[in-house]
């Protein structure tokens, strides 16, 4: 899968609330994917910072598009179970995540995410989700 490819994979199936995040795949393959949000003031929560509910969307649409080019399917893998762990701030001018499947089996995956700010590279957060493949 090409980042073009996943892109519009996202464009196409996606809610459009997911789509406001204004989210660009700019890395994919079957070991990882990345993805790039840019901050903004619809994003942002008091006192300037990006919001949790943002942060957990990039983690978890990041964390699907992995799974997709992991299996090769673009099945409509839903989320059972979603972990976020928010570490500092998110600030600056983008956040990065990148996602990796941790293992796939039959009907389960499992994944992890690192967000990042893209500027300094500071560790934002993490989270791990488990995906229900049908």
């Not at 519009?8 to 406001?20: M, Y």
């Not at 840019?38 to 978890?60: F, K, M, N, T, W």
């Not at 039959?106 to 994944?111: D, G, N, P």
């Amino acid at each position: 899968m090409t980042p073009d490819a996943a892109q519009d994979f996202l464009n196409e199936n996606f809610a459009q609330w997911v789509l406001s995040l204004d989210l660009t795949v700019t890395e994919i393959d079957r070991t990882h994917a990345v993805v790039r949000m840019p901050l903004a003031e619809h994003l942002a929560r008091v006192g300037g910072i990006v919001s949790g509910q943002a942060l957990a969307a990039l983690a978890d649409t990041s964390m699907v598009l992995a799974a997709i080019a992991y299996t090769g399917e673009a099945k409509p893998f839903a989320t059972t179970d979603l972990h976020t762990q928010f570490l500092r701030p998110g600030i600056g001018t983008a956040i990065l995540c990148e996602a990796e499947v941790v293992r796939a089996g039959r009907s389960l995956v499992f994944a992890r995410a690192a967000l990042k700010e893209e500027s300094s590279g500071k560790l934002v957060a993490t989270a791990t989700a488990t995906f229900y493949a049908p």
